[in-house]
C-alpha cells in the first residue's frame, strides 16, 4: 500500500491524519520542505503545476522529468532519503490551452498526462473543469468527467511496472494560481453536487473501458470547503458549514477531499479540515509570500550594513521586472491604485512569477549578509527569527533566516496533518 494510501485509510479511521502537498518550483521554498522532512523522517509530497511544467518547459523552464530530476538533486544535496519524495501533478488537464478549441486542447493535454507519468508522477489530479474557447459554457459534470476518463486511460498507458498511480478527480476547482477577487459569499459544494460529480466519473471510466481496479486508483476529489484568499483577504475555513460534506465523504471508506487554495488559514483551521477528511491540503503561494516577506525584509538589513554600490537593490528590481513585464499580473492586478502595494505585497503573490528571473539578485542579497546579522536588525525586521537566534536554535544568517521564514508556513500544515516518521533505509 502507497504512502497516501495509508494515511488516507487513517483519516477515514478517525484520526488526525492527512498530507499537505508543496505547490512550488522556487528552489529555497524546496530546500526548506525538503529539510523539514528531513529533520521529521516524514513522506513529502511535492506537485508541479501545469502551467509551471509542462512539455514546452512552462514558466519554469522544466520539462516533467527535468522537475524530477532538480527535486532529486536537491535532495541529494541536503541528504534526504529520496523513499520520502512523493511526486504529484497539480492540474494536469487543458488548463494552459483553454484559448485553442477543446480537442486541440485536449490532445496537447494527453501528451502533458504522458509526459508526467513517465517522468514518475504518481499522483496525478486530472483537471479538465476549465472550458476551451469553443466549449459551450459552463462545462456539465457529464463533459468534464468523459475528459478526465480520457486523461486517465494514458496515464494508465504510460505507467510501467512496480509504478502506482492514483487520481484526483472534481468539478468544482478553483483556478490555478488563486483569484483576483473574493466572492461576497463563499458558498461549499452541495452534497447533491458531489454525489452527480462521482457518479458521473464512475459512468465516464467504465465507457472509457476502465475497469474497477483503475476506478479505484481515484483517493480523493476537489470540492469548495469554504477557503479562498485574494489579493487582499482571506476567507477562513469553518468547519459547521462542511460538515454534510464530511458526513457523506464518510460513507466511502478510501476516499477523501483535496482541498485547494488553503493558504493563509489559522493554524486550527487546517487541523479541522484534517478532521473533516480534507486529507489532501495544497499549499504554494503562502510559501513563496513568506519568501518574500524574508527577503525584502533583509534587503532593508542590507541598506544598513552594505555600502550602497554593494548593495543587491532586490526590492527596486523586483518592481521594475514586473513592471516591464506584467503578463503575470495584469490579469489579477486590474486597480491602478492598489497597484501601489498589490504588485510587492498581495496574497495572490504574483511576484512569485519573476524570482526565476531575479536568482543574481537574490544570490547576491545572501552573499552580502552570508556574515553573522547584528541581533537587532533582526529583531527590527524578522522579530520570529530573532526569538529563534536568541534561543540558540538558529543561526543569524541569511540564508538560515530564509528556510526559517518559509517553515514557518509548513510547520502549521505539518502538525495538523500528523505525518508518520517513515522507517530510515
Known amino acids: 500500500m502507497s504512502v497516501i494510501n495509508t494515511i488516507i485509510d487513517a483519516n477515514k479511521a478517525g484520526q488526525q491524519a492527512g498530507i499537505f502537498a508543496v505547490c512550488s518550483a522556487q528552489p529555497l521554498v524546496l530546500q526548506a520542505a525538503l529539510l523539514q522532512a528531513k529533520a521529521n523522517s516524514t513522506p513529502l509530497l511535492i506537485e508541479a503545476t501545469a502551467n509551471q511544467v509542462n512539455q514546452f518547459g512552462g514558466y519554469t523552464g522544466m520539462k516533467p522529468k527535468d522537475f524530477i530530476g532538480f527535486v532529486k538533486s536537491l535532495a541529494f544535496e541536503l541528504g534526504v532519503n529520496q523513499s520520502q519524495l512523493l511526486f504529484g501533478g497539480d492540474h494536469l488537464g487543458p488548463v494552459v490551452w483553454c484559448k485553442q478549441n477543446a480537442e486541440a486542447a485536449m490532445q496537447l493535454a494527453e501528451t502533458l498526462i504522458a509526459e508526467y507519468v513517465e517522468a514518475g508522477f504518481t499522483k496525478i489530479h486530472l483537471d479538465t473543469s476549465m472550458a476551451c474557447i469553443d ?13 478526465a476518463a ?52 464512475r459512468h465516464a471510466f467504465t465507457a472509457a473501458g476502465l475497469g474497477e481496479e483503475v476506478w479505484q486508483k481515484v483517493i480523493a476529489l476537489v470540492v469548495q470547503p469554504g477557503v479562498e484568499f485574494d489579493n487582499s483577504q482571506v476567507h477562513l475555513f469553518e468547519p459547521a ?90 490579469g489579477f492586478y486590474a486597480d491602478t491604485e492598489a497597484l501601489k502595494w498589490q504588485l510587492g505585497f498581495s496574497f495572490s503573490d504574483r511576484i512569485r512569477y519573476y524570482w526565476p528571473s531575479l536568482q543574481a539578485k537574490v544570490e547576491c542579497l545572501l552573499n552580502n549578509l ?56
Open 135 to 147: 466549449d459551450v459554457v459552463p462545462l456539465t459534470d457529464e463533459v468534464i468527467a468523459e475528459r
Open 150 to 201: 480520457r486523461l486517465c486511460a494514458v496515464a494508465e498507458a504510460h505507467c510501467v511496472p512496480g509504478q502506482t498511480l492514483c487520481y484526483v478527480i472534481g468539478t468544482e476547482v478553483p483556478a490555478p494560481g488563486g483569484v483576483s477577487e473574493m466572492e461576497a459569499e463563499l458558498a461549499v459544494t452541495p452534497v447533491s453536487a458531489i454525489e452527480h460529480t462521482l457518479n458521473c466519473h
Open 241 to 330: 458549514a462542511t460538515k454534510t460534506q464530511s458526513e457523506f465523504i464518510r460513507t466511502y471508506p478510501r476516499l477523501v477531499f483535496e482541498a485547494h487554495s488553503t493558504d493563509y488559514q489559522l493554524a486550527e483551521g487546517y487541523q479541522a479540515l484534517v478532521q473533516q477528511h480534507f486529507a489532501i491540503l495544497k499549499v504554494g503561494p503562502q510559501l513563496t509570500f513568506a519568501l518574500r516577506e524574508v527577503l525584502f525584509a533583509l534587503s532593508h538589513i542590507e541598506n544598513v550594513l552594505c555600502e550602497p554600490e554593494q548593495c543587491s537593490n532586490l526590492r527596486q528590481s523586483c518592481f521594475e521586472l514586473m513592471r516591464d513585464n506584467p503578463k503575470y499580473w495584469q
Open 370 to 425: 552570508a556574515g553573522t546579522i547584528p541581533l537587532p536588525l533582526i529583531s527590527q525586521y524578522l522579530p520570529n527569527q530573532y526569538a529563534a537566534v536568541l534561543a540558540g536554535k538558529l543561526a543569524p544568517k541569511a540564508r538560515e533566516l530564509v528556510l526559517h521564514k518559509i517553515t514557518e508556513v509548513l510547520a502549521d500544515y505539518a502538525a495538523a496533518c500528523q505525518l508518520p516518521a517513515m522507517k530510515s533505509h
